[in-house]
């Protein structure tokens, strides 16, 4: 990857989602209290250095295709389990930002597991094919991610950042 073309804060979104990816492949070796707090320092991290990354040549991206998914459902489904594993009975929060829970006289319920693994399958979606284009489609991935941050990723993170800090505390 040509170093010189990226700027700071996509080399620094490249570390952060890594890290992240990586501790969730991860989890099963951690211990509850340190996978807790290592989400806690990389989640916030992660959404304000991704609210400043922006493709380094926008009038270049009209060339790239969508860039495709490459976490297939089984790799999604382990690491999801994994951490789903590792948190147990605390996996499950209730969810008071569901736009069904307006319609709604029963709690809905939320994974943490889940809402980690979602993040994890976009970011890993990212780092693939900047990684194997060793940096040609780093601006193209950085918009397909931005992209999916806004619509979906961004809420999710912020959703389950609530429940690990709870769980925190209990510590």
């Known amino acids: 990857m040509d170093e010189t073309k990226i700027n700071r804060n996509t080399l620094s979104f490249i570390g952060l989602a890594t890290e992240y990816c990586s501790t969730l492949e991860q989890a099963l070796s951690l211990e509850k209290e340190e996978f807790v707090d290592t989400m806690l320092r990389l989640l916030p991290r992660l959404y304000i250095t991704m609210s400043d990354v922006r493709p380094d040549s926008a009038s270049q991206l009209e060339e790239f295709e969508p860039l495709g ?4 459902e089984e790799q999604y489904e382990q690491v999801r389990a994994g951490v789903a594993s590792l948190l147990g009975e605390d996996d499950t929060y209730l969810e008071t930002f569901e736009e069904d829970m307006k319609y709604s006289d029963t709690p809905i319920a939320a994974s943490i597991s889940e809402g980690l693994a979602d993040i994890y399958q976009d970011l890993c979606n990212f780092l693939t ?19 999916n941050f806004a619509a979906y990723w961004a809420q999710t993170l912020t959703n389950v950042l609530r429940p690990l800090n709870h769980l925190h505390f209990r510590f």
Request: proline fraction near 4%.
């Open 69 to 72: 998914v490459y976490v297939e």
């Open 129 to 147: 094919p900047v990684r194997d284009s060793e940096g040609a489609l780093t601006d193209a991935a950085i918009a397909e991610c931005r992209e």
